[in-house]
Protein backbone atom coordinates (compact mmCIF):
# COMPACT_ATOMS: atom_id res chain seq x y z
CA UNK A 1 0.00 0.00 0.00
CA UNK A 2 2.73 2.29 -0.84
CA UNK A 3 2.18 5.45 -2.36
CA UNK A 4 3.88 8.70 -2.96
CA UNK A 5 0.41 10.71 -3.40
CA UNK A 6 1.53 13.88 -1.24
CA UNK A 7 5.73 13.43 -1.47
CA UNK A 8 5.60 16.64 -3.26
CA UNK A 9 2.64 18.10 -1.34
CA UNK A 10 3.65 19.47 2.24
CA UNK A 11 6.20 21.55 1.48
CA UNK A 12 6.72 25.11 3.57
CA UNK A 13 5.87 28.14 2.40
CA UNK A 14 9.25 29.93 1.39
CA UNK A 15 11.16 32.43 2.43
CA UNK A 16 10.41 35.67 5.07
CA UNK A 17 6.25 34.25 5.44
CA UNK A 18 7.64 30.91 6.66
CA UNK A 19 9.91 32.36 9.17
CA UNK A 20 7.65 35.11 10.23
CA UNK A 21 4.71 32.65 10.88
CA UNK A 22 6.81 30.15 12.91
CA UNK A 23 8.24 32.32 15.23
CA UNK A 24 4.45 34.55 16.12
CA UNK A 25 2.78 31.45 15.89
CA UNK A 26 0.33 30.98 19.11
CA UNK A 27 0.90 34.64 19.57
CA UNK A 28 -2.29 36.32 21.25
CA UNK A 29 -3.74 39.44 19.35
CA UNK A 30 -6.03 40.75 21.69
CA UNK A 31 -4.09 41.19 24.92
CA UNK A 32 -1.51 42.15 22.89
CA UNK A 33 -3.05 44.80 21.14
CA UNK A 34 -4.47 46.04 24.59
CA UNK A 35 -0.93 46.13 25.73
CA UNK A 36 -0.01 48.03 23.02
CA UNK A 37 -2.65 51.17 23.01
CA UNK A 38 -2.25 51.19 26.84
CA UNK A 39 1.79 51.30 26.54
CA UNK A 40 1.43 54.11 23.62
CA UNK A 41 -1.22 56.20 25.84
CA UNK A 42 1.43 56.03 29.45
CA UNK A 43 4.50 56.57 26.98
CA UNK A 44 2.17 59.79 25.40
CA UNK A 45 1.20 60.86 28.75
CA UNK A 46 4.18 60.33 30.22
CA UNK A 47 5.91 62.86 27.44
CA UNK A 48 3.26 65.15 27.85
CA UNK A 49 3.77 65.15 31.68
CA UNK A 50 7.48 65.47 31.36
CA UNK A 51 7.13 68.40 29.07
CA UNK A 52 4.74 70.06 31.80
CA UNK A 53 7.97 69.65 34.25
CA UNK A 54 10.81 71.01 31.95
CA UNK A 55 8.24 74.13 30.83
CA UNK A 56 8.03 74.55 35.05
CA UNK A 57 11.88 74.04 35.96
CA UNK A 58 12.80 76.03 32.74
CA UNK A 59 10.32 78.99 34.16
CA UNK A 60 11.78 78.44 37.51
CA UNK A 61 15.30 78.81 36.20
CA UNK A 62 14.49 82.42 34.17
CA UNK A 63 12.59 83.44 37.14
CA UNK A 64 15.87 82.68 39.85
CA UNK A 65 18.36 84.63 37.25
CA UNK A 66 15.86 87.47 37.43
CA UNK A 67 15.26 87.35 40.80
CA UNK A 68 19.06 86.97 41.33
CA UNK A 69 19.87 90.15 38.86
CA UNK A 70 17.29 92.30 40.78
CA UNK A 71 18.52 91.22 44.43
CA UNK A 72 21.75 92.42 42.59
CA UNK A 73 20.32 95.82 41.78
CA UNK A 74 18.95 96.51 44.91
CA UNK A 75 21.61 95.32 46.95
CA UNK A 76 24.06 97.65 44.91
CA UNK A 77 21.71 100.63 45.31
CA UNK A 78 21.55 99.73 48.89
CA UNK A 79 25.71 99.27 49.26
CA UNK A 80 26.01 102.68 47.55
CA UNK A 81 24.07 104.05 49.33
CA UNK A 82 25.59 103.36 52.42
CA UNK A 83 29.16 103.76 51.72
CA UNK A 84 28.95 106.76 49.89
CA UNK A 85 31.00 110.13 51.77
CA UNK A 86 29.63 107.61 55.13
CA UNK A 87 32.94 109.16 57.06
CA UNK A 88 32.02 112.31 56.49
CA UNK A 89 28.63 112.35 57.14
CA UNK A 90 29.40 109.66 60.20
CA UNK A 91 30.98 112.72 61.60
CA UNK A 92 28.08 115.23 61.29
CA UNK A 93 25.69 112.58 63.46
CA UNK A 94 25.20 114.28 67.10
CA UNK A 95 26.42 117.82 66.06
CA UNK A 96 23.84 120.37 66.29
CA UNK A 97 21.89 120.80 63.08
CA UNK A 98 22.48 124.28 62.93
CA UNK A 99 26.17 123.81 62.72
CA UNK A 100 25.99 120.66 60.00
CA UNK A 101 23.23 121.43 57.78
CA UNK A 102 25.26 123.31 55.05
CA UNK A 103 27.55 120.30 55.11
CA UNK A 104 24.77 117.87 55.43
CA UNK A 105 22.92 119.30 52.46
CA UNK A 106 26.12 119.11 50.14
CA UNK A 107 26.79 116.10 51.39
CA UNK A 108 23.50 114.30 50.50
CA UNK A 109 24.21 115.77 46.49
CA UNK A 110 26.49 113.12 46.25
CA UNK A 111 24.62 110.39 47.74
CA UNK A 112 22.37 108.93 44.60
CA UNK A 113 18.97 107.56 44.68
CA UNK A 114 17.69 109.30 48.30
CA UNK A 115 15.62 111.83 48.68
CA UNK A 116 17.43 112.95 52.25
CA UNK A 117 19.95 112.07 54.96
CA UNK A 118 18.68 112.83 58.60
CA UNK A 119 20.73 112.51 61.46
CA UNK A 120 19.91 110.92 64.23
CA UNK A 121 20.64 111.46 68.23
CA UNK A 122 19.41 109.85 71.22
CA UNK A 123 16.81 107.91 69.08
CA UNK A 124 15.67 110.64 67.42
CA UNK A 125 15.52 112.34 63.64
CA UNK A 126 17.00 115.72 64.33
CA UNK A 127 17.89 117.39 61.52
CA UNK A 128 16.84 116.97 57.75
CA UNK A 129 19.05 117.53 54.47
CA UNK A 130 16.16 119.17 53.17
CA UNK A 131 14.25 120.24 55.74
CA UNK A 132 16.49 121.69 58.27
CA UNK A 133 15.83 121.30 61.87
CA UNK A 134 13.01 118.71 62.97
CA UNK A 135 12.29 116.42 65.61
CA UNK A 136 10.61 112.91 65.13
CA UNK A 137 11.16 109.45 66.48
CA UNK A 138 13.42 106.89 64.60
CA UNK A 139 10.92 104.19 65.45
CA UNK A 140 8.29 106.28 63.29
CA UNK A 141 10.89 104.92 60.38
CA UNK A 142 11.79 101.49 61.61
CA UNK A 143 13.24 99.94 64.36
CA UNK A 144 16.96 99.69 64.30
CA UNK A 145 18.60 96.24 64.36
CA UNK A 146 20.98 95.32 66.88
CA UNK A 147 23.79 95.59 65.08
CA UNK A 148 24.70 97.28 61.11
CA UNK A 149 22.42 98.98 58.85
CA UNK A 150 18.48 98.64 58.99
CA UNK A 151 15.95 98.98 56.42
CA UNK A 152 12.22 99.19 56.33
CA UNK A 153 9.78 100.05 53.72
CA UNK A 154 7.62 102.55 54.13
CA UNK A 155 4.18 103.84 52.38
CA UNK A 156 4.90 107.29 53.49
CA UNK A 157 6.99 109.60 55.69
CA UNK A 158 5.79 112.37 57.69
CA UNK A 159 6.95 114.73 55.23
CA UNK A 160 5.91 112.86 51.57
CA UNK A 161 2.51 111.88 52.37
CA UNK A 162 1.90 109.25 49.86
CA UNK A 163 5.20 108.57 48.25
CA UNK A 164 6.60 104.41 49.40
CA UNK A 165 10.09 104.99 50.22
CA UNK A 166 12.67 102.72 51.52
CA UNK A 167 14.38 103.78 54.49
CA UNK A 168 17.88 103.09 56.15
CA UNK A 169 19.60 104.09 59.29
CA UNK A 170 23.74 103.08 59.34
CA UNK A 171 24.06 103.20 62.99
CA UNK A 172 27.09 105.16 63.76
CA UNK A 173 26.81 104.61 67.98
CA UNK A 174 23.84 103.70 70.31
CA UNK A 175 20.91 105.65 69.02
CA UNK A 176 23.07 107.79 67.11
CA UNK A 177 23.25 107.67 62.73
CA UNK A 178 22.14 108.46 59.97
CA UNK A 179 19.11 107.90 58.33
CA UNK A 180 18.62 107.56 54.73
CA UNK A 181 15.25 108.08 52.93
CA UNK A 182 15.64 106.06 49.55
CA UNK A 183 13.04 107.39 46.75
CA UNK A 184 10.79 103.89 46.22
CA UNK A 185 10.68 105.22 42.09
CA UNK A 186 14.22 104.37 42.20
CA UNK A 187 13.67 101.01 43.48
CA UNK A 188 10.80 100.41 41.28
CA UNK A 189 12.54 101.23 38.83
CA UNK A 190 15.44 98.78 39.15
CA UNK A 191 12.68 96.09 39.55
CA UNK A 192 10.85 97.36 36.55
CA UNK A 193 14.31 95.63 34.62
CA UNK A 194 12.92 92.01 35.66
CA UNK A 195 9.94 92.63 33.72
CA UNK A 196 10.97 93.64 30.81
CA UNK A 197 13.14 90.67 30.86
CA UNK A 198 10.44 88.15 30.97
CA UNK A 199 8.99 88.73 35.09
CA UNK A 200 5.34 89.49 34.54
CA UNK A 201 5.57 91.31 38.07
CA UNK A 202 8.38 91.72 40.23
CA UNK A 203 8.48 93.06 43.84
CA UNK A 204 10.60 94.32 46.57
CA UNK A 205 9.78 92.14 49.80
CA UNK A 206 11.19 93.16 53.44
CA UNK A 207 10.24 90.33 55.51
CA UNK A 208 7.00 90.49 57.71
CA UNK A 209 6.41 94.10 56.35
CA UNK A 210 5.26 95.18 53.13
CA UNK A 211 6.26 94.28 49.28
CA UNK A 212 7.02 97.28 46.52
CA UNK A 213 6.12 96.60 43.36
CA UNK A 214 7.34 97.60 40.44
CA UNK A 215 5.55 100.20 39.67
CA UNK A 216 6.33 101.58 42.98
CA UNK A 217 3.36 100.43 44.95
CA UNK A 218 3.57 99.91 48.75
CA UNK A 219 1.05 96.53 49.41
CA UNK A 220 1.17 95.56 53.42
CA UNK A 221 1.72 92.28 53.17
CA UNK A 222 -1.56 90.79 54.29
CA UNK A 223 -2.91 92.38 50.89
CA UNK A 224 0.55 91.04 48.71
CA UNK A 225 -1.63 88.57 46.37
CA UNK A 226 -0.34 85.26 45.74
CA UNK A 227 0.87 85.89 42.28
CA UNK A 228 4.61 85.33 42.79
CA UNK A 229 5.95 82.13 42.02
CA UNK A 230 9.77 82.65 43.03
CA UNK A 231 11.40 84.29 45.88
CA UNK A 232 14.97 85.23 45.84
CA UNK A 233 16.54 86.59 49.25
CA UNK A 234 19.63 88.61 49.31
CA UNK A 235 22.53 87.60 51.58
CA UNK A 236 23.83 91.50 51.90
CA UNK A 237 20.52 92.95 53.12
CA UNK A 238 17.42 91.25 54.84
CA UNK A 239 15.26 91.62 51.84
CA UNK A 240 14.35 89.63 49.19
CA UNK A 241 12.65 89.98 45.77
CA UNK A 242 9.47 88.22 44.50
CA UNK A 243 8.66 87.50 40.65
CA UNK A 244 6.69 86.04 38.69
CA UNK A 245 6.76 85.09 34.51
CA UNK A 246 4.82 86.74 32.63
CA UNK A 247 1.41 84.85 30.98
CA UNK A 248 3.20 84.94 27.34
CA UNK A 249 6.71 83.63 28.65
CA UNK A 250 4.89 80.85 30.53
CA UNK A 251 3.07 80.09 27.42
CA UNK A 252 5.97 80.04 25.13
CA UNK A 253 8.10 77.63 27.68
CA UNK A 254 4.73 75.19 27.69
CA UNK A 255 4.20 75.24 23.83
CA UNK A 256 8.16 74.67 23.37
CA UNK A 257 8.59 71.59 25.69
CA UNK A 258 5.37 70.35 24.81
CA UNK A 259 6.06 69.98 21.04
CA UNK A 260 9.37 68.89 21.71
CA UNK A 261 8.31 66.17 24.05
CA UNK A 262 4.73 65.39 22.39
CA UNK A 263 6.52 64.70 19.31
CA UNK A 264 8.85 62.68 21.16
CA UNK A 265 6.12 60.75 22.30
CA UNK A 266 4.47 60.31 18.76
CA UNK A 267 7.47 59.16 17.39
CA UNK A 268 7.58 56.68 20.80
CA UNK A 269 3.90 55.68 19.86
CA UNK A 270 5.14 55.41 15.86
CA UNK A 271 7.60 53.15 17.43
CA UNK A 272 5.39 50.77 18.99
CA UNK A 273 3.11 50.72 16.82
CA UNK A 274 5.52 50.03 14.33
CA UNK A 275 6.78 46.77 16.33
CA UNK A 276 3.29 46.06 17.06
CA UNK A 277 2.47 45.33 13.57
CA UNK A 278 5.98 43.88 13.01
CA UNK A 279 5.39 41.77 15.41
CA UNK A 280 1.65 41.16 14.68
CA UNK A 281 0.77 41.56 10.99
CA UNK A 282 1.96 38.35 9.73
CA UNK A 283 -0.21 36.40 12.23
CA UNK A 284 -2.71 39.33 10.87
CA UNK A 285 -1.54 38.49 7.43
CA UNK A 286 -2.09 34.84 7.94
CA UNK A 287 -5.84 34.41 9.31
CA UNK A 288 -6.62 37.03 6.20
CA UNK A 289 -5.02 34.49 4.10
CA UNK A 290 -7.10 31.62 6.21
CA UNK A 291 -10.60 33.32 5.72
CA UNK A 292 -10.05 34.25 1.93
CA UNK A 293 -8.37 30.86 1.35
CA UNK A 294 -12.42 29.29 2.97
CA UNK A 295 -14.32 31.70 0.79
CA UNK A 296 -12.45 30.95 -2.45
CA UNK A 297 -11.68 26.74 -2.06
CA UNK A 298 -8.42 26.52 -1.74
CA UNK A 299 -8.78 24.16 0.94
CA UNK A 300 -9.24 20.14 0.56
CA UNK A 301 -9.20 17.20 2.89
CA UNK A 302 -7.05 14.43 2.37
CA UNK A 303 -7.49 11.00 4.06
CA UNK A 304 -4.73 8.91 5.64
CA UNK A 305 -5.34 5.14 6.30
CA UNK A 306 -5.20 3.64 9.69
CA UNK A 307 -4.58 0.34 9.69
CA UNK A 308 -5.14 -3.10 10.98
CA UNK A 309 -1.32 -3.71 11.83
CA UNK A 310 -1.45 -7.74 11.92
CA UNK A 311 -3.29 -7.64 8.34
CA UNK A 312 -2.27 -4.25 7.20
CA UNK A 313 -6.05 -3.76 6.17
CA UNK A 314 -7.21 -0.13 6.18
CA UNK A 315 -9.75 0.29 9.13
CA UNK A 316 -10.22 3.78 9.25
CA UNK A 317 -8.70 7.01 7.76
CA UNK A 318 -7.78 10.34 9.41
CA UNK A 319 -8.76 13.58 7.80
CA UNK A 320 -6.21 16.19 7.03
CA UNK A 321 -6.90 19.63 5.93
CA UNK A 322 -4.54 21.00 2.79
CA UNK A 323 -4.45 24.43 1.67
CA UNK A 324 -3.06 25.34 -1.42
CA UNK A 325 -2.37 28.97 -1.75
CA UNK A 326 -2.25 30.45 -5.18
CA UNK A 327 1.08 32.34 -4.70
CA UNK A 328 2.31 30.32 -1.50
CA UNK A 329 1.73 27.21 -2.85
CA UNK A 330 0.99 24.29 -0.41
CA UNK A 331 1.02 25.30 2.93
CA UNK A 332 0.99 22.76 6.33
CA UNK A 333 -1.28 22.53 8.65
CA UNK A 334 0.70 22.42 10.96
CA UNK A 335 1.64 26.00 10.07
CA UNK A 336 -1.17 27.84 10.05
CA UNK A 337 -3.31 25.68 12.45
CA UNK A 338 -2.02 26.86 15.67
CA UNK A 339 -3.30 30.40 14.73
CA UNK A 340 -6.59 29.10 13.24
CA UNK A 341 -6.99 27.43 16.70
CA UNK A 342 -6.90 30.91 18.79
CA UNK A 343 -8.59 32.74 16.50
CA UNK A 344 -12.30 32.93 15.63
CA UNK A 345 -11.59 30.68 12.56
CA UNK A 346 -11.23 27.77 13.58
CA UNK A 347 -15.07 26.91 14.08
CA UNK A 348 -15.41 27.50 9.79
CA UNK A 349 -12.09 25.35 9.26
CA UNK A 350 -13.57 22.87 11.27
CA UNK A 351 -16.70 23.14 9.50
CA UNK A 352 -15.08 23.01 6.52
CA UNK A 353 -13.31 19.75 7.18
CA UNK A 354 -16.65 18.12 8.67
CA UNK A 355 -18.73 19.03 5.82
CA UNK A 356 -16.43 17.83 3.11
CA UNK A 357 -15.68 14.65 5.48
CA UNK A 358 -19.19 13.83 4.55
CA UNK A 359 -19.33 15.26 0.34
CA UNK A 360 -16.43 12.93 -0.13
CA UNK A 361 -17.58 10.09 1.99
CA UNK A 362 -20.98 10.07 0.26
CA UNK A 363 -19.92 11.16 -3.56
CA UNK A 364 -16.45 8.50 -3.35
CA UNK A 365 -17.62 6.12 -0.55
CA UNK A 366 -15.03 3.38 -0.04
CA UNK A 367 -16.14 -0.14 0.94
CA UNK A 368 -17.58 0.19 4.33
CA UNK A 369 -17.11 -0.31 7.57
CA UNK A 370 -15.00 2.78 8.04
CA UNK A 371 -13.73 5.03 10.76
CA UNK A 372 -13.50 8.71 9.75
CA UNK A 373 -11.11 10.34 12.37
CA UNK A 374 -11.64 14.42 11.95
CA UNK A 375 -8.97 16.61 13.94
CA UNK A 376 -11.14 19.25 15.90
CA UNK A 377 -9.96 22.21 17.49
CA UNK A 378 -9.34 22.98 21.05
CA UNK A 379 -12.10 25.81 20.85
CA UNK A 380 -14.44 24.03 19.49
CA UNK A 381 -15.94 22.49 22.30
CA UNK A 382 -16.59 25.63 23.89
CA UNK A 383 -18.33 26.47 21.21
CA UNK A 384 -22.29 26.81 21.16
CA UNK A 385 -24.03 24.08 18.70
CA UNK A 386 -21.19 22.16 18.47
CA UNK A 387 -22.59 19.16 19.62
CA UNK A 388 -25.37 19.54 17.49
CA UNK A 389 -23.45 20.18 14.25
CA UNK A 390 -21.13 17.22 14.87
CA UNK A 391 -24.39 15.31 14.98
CA UNK A 392 -26.15 16.29 11.94
CA UNK A 393 -22.60 15.29 10.30
CA UNK A 394 -22.28 11.88 11.38
CA UNK A 395 -25.94 11.33 10.56
CA UNK A 396 -25.01 12.45 6.72
CA UNK A 397 -22.56 9.83 6.63
CA UNK A 398 -23.28 6.73 4.24
CA UNK A 399 -24.32 3.77 6.40
CA UNK A 400 -21.06 1.93 8.16
CA UNK A 401 -19.13 4.81 8.00
CA UNK A 402 -18.62 6.20 11.64
CA UNK A 403 -16.97 9.73 12.81
CA UNK A 404 -14.25 10.14 15.37
CA UNK A 405 -12.86 12.86 16.95
CA UNK A 406 -9.43 13.71 17.89
CA UNK A 407 -8.21 15.72 20.33
CA UNK A 408 -5.11 16.76 22.26
CA UNK A 409 -4.31 16.23 25.48
CA UNK A 410 -3.75 19.93 26.27
CA UNK A 411 -7.18 21.54 25.82
CA UNK A 412 -8.68 18.64 27.76
CA UNK A 413 -6.98 19.89 30.84
CA UNK A 414 -9.62 22.77 31.25
CA UNK A 415 -13.15 23.28 30.97
CA UNK A 416 -13.02 19.40 32.35
CA UNK A 417 -16.39 19.47 33.11
CA UNK A 418 -18.42 20.38 30.23
CA UNK A 419 -15.90 18.45 28.06
CA UNK A 420 -16.55 15.34 29.82
CA UNK A 421 -20.60 16.47 28.70
CA UNK A 422 -19.74 16.74 25.06
CA UNK A 423 -17.99 13.40 25.88
CA UNK A 424 -21.10 11.13 26.87
CA UNK A 425 -23.43 13.15 24.41
CA UNK A 426 -21.78 12.26 21.61
CA UNK A 427 -21.12 9.06 22.29
CA UNK A 428 -24.09 7.33 22.90
CA UNK A 429 -24.79 8.94 19.38
CA UNK A 430 -21.83 6.40 17.74
CA UNK A 431 -19.30 9.15 17.66
CA UNK A 432 -15.63 7.46 18.92
CA UNK A 433 -13.37 10.13 20.61
CA UNK A 434 -8.94 9.90 20.42
CA UNK A 435 -6.74 11.28 22.19
CA UNK A 436 -3.61 13.08 19.87
CA UNK A 437 -0.25 13.27 19.99
CA UNK A 438 -0.64 11.37 23.30
CA UNK A 439 2.65 11.78 25.29
CA UNK A 440 3.53 15.20 24.00
CA UNK A 441 1.85 17.37 26.16
CA UNK A 442 1.92 17.23 29.88
CA UNK A 443 0.87 13.70 29.81
CA UNK A 444 -2.10 13.26 32.75
CA UNK A 445 -2.97 9.59 33.16
CA UNK A 446 -5.80 11.37 34.80
CA UNK A 447 -7.12 11.91 31.41
CA UNK A 448 -7.98 8.65 30.47
CA UNK A 449 -9.86 7.74 33.67
CA UNK A 450 -11.89 11.05 33.21
CA UNK A 451 -12.86 11.30 29.77
CA UNK A 452 -14.27 8.37 28.35
CA UNK A 453 -11.89 8.02 24.93
CA UNK A 454 -12.18 5.43 22.72
CA UNK A 455 -8.18 5.28 21.06
CA UNK A 456 -4.91 6.63 21.95
CA UNK A 457 -3.18 7.90 19.09
CA UNK A 458 0.96 7.59 20.26
CA UNK A 459 3.15 10.60 18.54
CA UNK A 460 5.25 10.01 15.79
CA UNK A 461 8.33 11.32 18.28
CA UNK A 462 7.20 8.14 20.04
CA UNK A 463 7.11 5.52 17.25
CA UNK A 464 10.09 6.43 15.58
CA UNK A 465 11.93 5.16 18.20
CA UNK A 466 10.30 2.24 18.93
CA UNK A 467 12.84 -0.20 17.17
CA UNK A 468 15.66 1.78 18.61
CA UNK A 469 15.79 1.85 22.31
CA UNK A 470 11.95 3.46 22.98
CA UNK A 471 10.38 0.09 22.98
CA UNK A 472 9.55 0.19 26.86
CA UNK A 473 7.50 3.61 26.71
CA UNK A 474 5.29 2.26 24.65
CA UNK A 475 4.50 -1.07 26.48
CA UNK A 476 4.23 1.22 28.84
CA UNK A 477 1.67 3.32 27.00
CA UNK A 478 -0.41 -0.14 25.80
CA UNK A 479 0.12 -1.69 29.11
CA UNK A 480 -2.61 1.22 30.42
CA UNK A 481 -4.59 1.57 27.34
CA UNK A 482 -5.80 -1.93 27.96
CA UNK A 483 -6.05 -0.68 32.00
CA UNK A 484 -8.66 2.00 30.48
CA UNK A 485 -10.11 -0.29 28.01
CA UNK A 486 -8.82 1.60 25.14
CA UNK A 487 -7.22 1.26 21.60
CA UNK A 488 -3.37 2.21 20.39
CA UNK A 489 -3.10 3.59 17.27
CA UNK A 490 0.92 4.16 16.11
CA UNK A 491 1.39 7.43 14.24
CA UNK A 492 4.12 7.56 11.47
CA UNK A 493 4.65 4.73 11.02
CA UNK A 494 7.61 5.15 8.34
CA UNK A 495 9.87 1.60 7.90
CA UNK A 496 9.07 -2.14 8.39
CA UNK A 497 11.36 -1.97 11.75
CA UNK A 498 8.65 0.25 13.43
CA UNK A 499 5.63 -1.71 11.94
CA UNK A 500 7.72 -4.88 13.43
CA UNK A 501 8.57 -3.63 16.83
CA UNK A 502 4.74 -2.45 17.00
CA UNK A 503 3.11 -5.46 16.95
CA UNK A 504 5.65 -7.06 19.35
CA UNK A 505 4.66 -4.83 21.94
CA UNK A 506 1.49 -5.08 21.05
CA UNK A 507 0.13 -2.19 19.50
CA UNK A 508 -2.75 -2.69 17.29
CA UNK A 509 -3.32 0.12 14.77
CA UNK A 510 -1.04 2.10 12.79
CA UNK A 511 -0.93 5.15 10.35
CA UNK A 512 2.17 6.22 8.58
CA UNK A 513 3.81 6.95 5.42
CA UNK A 514 4.89 2.98 5.24
CA UNK A 515 0.97 2.03 4.92
CA UNK A 516 0.08 4.78 2.59
CA UNK A 517 0.60 8.88 2.10
CA UNK A 518 -2.87 10.96 2.88
CA UNK A 519 -5.15 11.08 -0.26
CA UNK A 520 -7.68 12.58 -1.93
CA UNK A 521 -10.87 11.36 -1.51
CA UNK A 522 -11.07 10.25 -4.81
CA UNK A 523 -7.89 8.00 -4.94
CA UNK A 524 -9.22 6.99 -1.04
CA UNK A 525 -11.85 4.34 -2.96
CA UNK A 526 -9.97 2.26 -5.39
CA UNK A 527 -6.71 2.38 -3.25
CA UNK A 528 -9.08 1.22 -0.24
CA UNK A 529 -10.66 -1.50 -2.18
CA UNK A 530 -7.43 -2.25 -4.22
CA UNK A 531 -5.57 -3.35 -1.11
CA UNK A 532 -8.76 -5.45 0.66
P1 LIG B 1 -2.04 15.00 13.46
O1 LIG B 1 -3.50 15.04 13.75
O2 LIG B 1 -1.18 14.29 14.42
O3 LIG B 1 -1.89 14.41 12.03
C1 LIG B 1 -0.88 13.56 11.66
C2 LIG B 1 0.15 14.27 10.92
O4 LIG B 1 1.23 13.41 10.65
C3 LIG B 1 -0.31 14.72 9.54
O5 LIG B 1 0.38 15.91 9.27
C4 LIG B 1 0.19 13.65 8.63
O6 LIG B 1 0.34 14.05 7.29
C5 LIG B 1 1.50 13.36 9.28
N1 LIG B 1 1.98 12.00 8.99
C6 LIG B 1 1.27 10.86 8.83
N2 LIG B 1 2.09 9.82 8.63
C7 LIG B 1 3.34 10.27 8.68
C8 LIG B 1 4.64 9.66 8.57
O7 LIG B 1 4.79 8.46 8.37
N3 LIG B 1 5.71 10.47 8.69
C9 LIG B 1 5.59 11.79 8.91
N4 LIG B 1 6.69 12.52 9.02
N5 LIG B 1 4.40 12.40 9.04
C10 LIG B 1 3.28 11.66 8.92
P2 LIG B 1 -0.35 17.17 8.74
O8 LIG B 1 -1.40 16.77 7.79
O9 LIG B 1 0.72 18.10 8.31
O10 LIG B 1 -1.05 17.71 10.01
C11 LIG B 1 -0.35 18.25 11.04
C12 LIG B 1 -1.26 18.55 12.16
O11 LIG B 1 -2.15 19.60 11.81
C13 LIG B 1 -2.17 17.39 12.52
O12 LIG B 1 -1.47 16.49 13.31
C14 LIG B 1 -3.27 18.08 13.23
O13 LIG B 1 -2.93 18.35 14.56
C15 LIG B 1 -3.35 19.37 12.46
N6 LIG B 1 -4.44 19.25 11.48
C16 LIG B 1 -4.43 18.73 10.25
N7 LIG B 1 -5.65 18.80 9.70
C17 LIG B 1 -6.45 19.36 10.62
C18 LIG B 1 -7.84 19.71 10.67
O14 LIG B 1 -8.62 19.47 9.73
N8 LIG B 1 -8.29 20.30 11.81
C19 LIG B 1 -7.48 20.54 12.86
N9 LIG B 1 -8.00 21.12 13.94
N10 LIG B 1 -6.19 20.24 12.86
C20 LIG B 1 -5.68 19.65 11.75
MG1 LIG C 1 -4.83 13.80 14.28
MG1 LIG D 1 -1.10 13.24 15.89
Known amino acids: MHDTSEAVGETMPSGWFSSLITDWRGVKLRPSLLVAIGCGVVVLLTALLLGEQYAASALATRERLIGNDLVASVDSILNLVRSRRRTELA ?21 PYIRGANLVVDGRVYCSSGLGPIDVPLSVYLTPSAAGASINLL ?11 LVMFDATGKGTGILYIID ?17 YAALSI ?8 DGAFVPLSKSPPVYAMRVASSAWPL ?10 VSQMRWKY ?13 LIAAAYLLVFAPRRLLLAAVHRALRQDEFHVVYQPVVDLASRDAVGVEALLRWHHPKWGPVSPALFMSEVESSTLHAAVTRFVLHTVVADMSRHAPMPPLRVAVNISPRDLGRKGFVAEVLAVSGRLPQGVSLTLELTERFLLDKSVHTAAIFRTLRTQGIKFA ?11 DLLGRFPFDFIKIDRQFVSQVDTG ?22 GVETEAQHQALQDVGVRFGQGYLYQRPLRAEQLASRLQEHR
Do not use: W
Not at 189 to 198: E, I, N, P, T
Not at 240 to 249: E, G, K, L, R
Not at 258 to 270: K, Q, R, S, T, Y
Open 91 to 111: ALAGRPCGDVLRPLSKLQTYI
Open 155 to 165: PQTPYHPNEPV
Open 184 to 200: GDYIADALSHGVRYGAQ
Open 207 to 214: AGVALLTD
Open 240 to 249: SIMVSPSADF
Open 258 to 270: GLIFGAAGVLLDI
Open 435 to 445: IDDFGTHNSNL
Open 470 to 491: GAELIKGIVAMARHFGLQVIAE
